[in-house]
């Protein structure tokens, strides 16, 4: 506890050794409890992967057996082989991964020239508009499927992935606002010295202040990715063709359709899962911390 | 006003207003485009009678009239949302903030607690609906079968009309790390010295968290009211992977028949009006919220 850690070497010392001794003591045993009791709801909290990973394993007679085992057999491993002949697993990741790219190219194009002039430039009604932008943040995103859905039939482009990268092109609110917060951070006499130097505004933004920031562009760069690999009801709405679809989406097509090959099943879920675990395990420093300053969620 | 300042701003401020303008160029564009003309079509076509083929036929109120008169399935979708509101809610505000308080505790390597509760939070809702559906099966699922050898036996779950939005409630419960996390951040901006001024006036851990903790953690707990309870209203992926609304209609949510309506039925005129009802719905609440928030949201400056 924050006391203990304020004692200094002195009032050890002046503690007689048993009492200091009853303290160690005591700080250990709180030390065992709390892990003790976060050990035991991590354990529950990762139950559900486990099994997931233990039933891929298992055979097919295996995943109904009573009482069922937690360690497989005999591991099968060539589940996960199977899984990607049974589904075309391969196709839907390189697809999720192409929107990913989209969106990841319009978010970088759009956001640094956004943000640099709402938290650099002067101009007349700027607080209004970044207010206004703020705003939009608030309203539900179903709402405008139905006009912009018939808008893109109208021009061809369903079916394709226009009507999916497209929007990035224009600024996610949420990246405006975590960018102009983190420009504010950077001081402004680097932009004066350049400015002084003759640099013009956008030489300024993209020599001076876009090659410190990219912190806030990594943490960009890997909401996209998480919001874009999750999403479900977009695709599902202006995708038809089976060939086209993303990994969300092509997964839950084959929900039902081969109800009882769940070991199949859990290895194809595990596998559309991976690349965003082993994102979220080398930038989770990052992203927690970007969640935290914005108060978002995966 | 603008006007006269504009006259005689220095050639310089003129320039940077112009550049500060050129710079929202895009954002505007996709405001109006993607914001402000999907929202005027949208009203427009809630008051029409429009398969998407034809040209919308003009009804005025009458899709409004028959969603609240005459539209049992309206009612069904609002009561299901409302009831998955009111179960998950407040489960997930307070087990949410139980578990920052642990991650909170200084002890070495929670970074790694850390990380592991908060895994949930970036998996897909389509990959976790199809993990519960195999975990809560209702004879073979891991969860039964740990029921059963505690003495219990488990629920149909997703299969019994009173289980399937329990269920539900149950899968958005396994994401709390989501929450913790924000509160974690809330509470690390508590300042120290409050506790310890507190502790050499004698106060208890139990009077520390409520006199000083939940006071200044209200801010925090307001906005993740607000942001928990419009993810709630949103459930989709969960109704329409594992359940389709069933059994009996238990689980089906709003969007779910938002969704059926619009890109099954194609009834745009009437989808667009169960849309706009959800967005007004939202939005009271959202006032509503913030309107209380006066009564018991601390904020240091007052």
Redesign the interface.
Known sequence: MSQSKRLTVADIQQMSSASAKRFRAKKWARYFAAYAVMTAIAIVFMIPLLWMFSTSLKSRSEIFAWPPSWIPEQPIWSNYAEAFNKYPLGRFMVNSFVLVLGNTMGELVAVPIIAYGFARLNFPFKRVLFVLMLSTMMIPGQIKLIPLYSIYNQLKLTNTYVPLILPSFFGNPFFIFLMVQYIRTIPRDLDEAARIDGAGTWTILYRIVLPLCKPVLAVMIVFTFLWVWNDFLQPLIYLSDFYTYPISVGLAFFQGRYSVEWNMFMAATLVSILPVLVLYFFAQRHLIGGIASLGLKG | M?IA??RTASPN?RR?????????I??M???L???I???G??IY?SLTQWT?MEPPRWIGFNNYVRMFTNDPLFWQALKVTLGFVALSLPLKLVLGLG?AL?LN???P?MNF???????????????V???????LQP??G?VN?MLY?AGIEGPQWFWDPDWALPSVALMSI?KV???A??Y??GLQNIP?HL??AA?IDGAGAWARFWRITLPLLTPTLF??LI?EM??S??V??EA??ITHGGPLKATYFY?LY??EE??QNFN?GY??AL??V??VI??LT?IFVNYTSKRWVYYESE
């Open positions: 603008v300042r504009w401020a940077e207003a112009v550049e500060g303008y050129v710079s929202l895009p954002w564009i996709g405001f485009a993607f914001t003309i999907p929202i079509v949208s076509v998407g578990l642990l505790l200084k002890i390597g607690f850390r990380t592991v509760f908060y895994i949930p939070a970036v998996i897909s809702g389509v990959a609906s199809l993990m519960w559906m195999w975990l004879d073979t891991v079968t050898f396994w790390g989501g929450s996390i924000i974690l951040a120290a506790y310890e502790e906005f993740q942001i419009i993810d209203f949103k989709f992926t329409f992977v969007l938002f969704y619009a890109f745009l989808a667009s849309a706009l959800l967005t939202i939005l959202t």
